[in-house]
């Protein structure tokens, strides 16, 4: 059974960088479709960025450019760069595995509902 836990969160400043890992634990990585969402206060969660067990990615336009995910192979963690912040990119951002998850590691949209584990979240705030 996969764990997930996320760690990187923090505060940061409009333009600003942020880096968050997913440690995984319980199964490797190169069995799941793997994805990273957020979830702003009110609002759906929303899936960000998403790599195929063949590390193709897929990301949301709205950080298109500005995020870049990546599997680090020898630590066996899902990690997500992310340059040039701005205040909407705030939210908790959740790590998730799937063996299938949907479109997501298609070239389809990410969907919370194609992914069966999820990390614990952690808080990102850009202001």
């Known amino acids: 059974h996969v764990q997930l836990v996320e760690s990187g969160g923090g505060s940061v400043q409009p333009g600003g960088s942020l880096r968050l890992s997913c440690a995984i634990s319980?199964?490797?990585?190169?069995?799941?479709?793997m994805g990273w969402f957020r979830q702003a206060p009110g609002k759906e969660r929303e899936g960000v960025a998403s790599?195929?067990?063949?590390?193709?990615?897929t990301y949301a336009s709205s950080v298109m450019g500005r995020f870049t995910i990546f599997k680090d192979t020898n630590k066996n963690r899902l990690d997500l760069q992310m340059d040039s912040l701005n205040p909407e990119d705030t939210g908790v951002y959740y790590c998730?595995?799937?063996?299938?998850?949907?479109?997501?590691?298609?070239?389809?949209?990410?969907?919370?509902?194609?992914?069966?584990?999820w990390g614990q979240g952690t808080q990102v705030t850009v202001s």
């Open positions: 998730a595995a799937d063996p299938f998850g949907g479109t997501a590691c298609t070239g389809g949209k990410a969907k919370q509902t194609d992914f069966s584990h």
């Open positions: 790599i195929s067990k063949d590390d193709v990615p």
């Open positions: 319980g199964d490797t990585y190169s069995e799941y479709c």
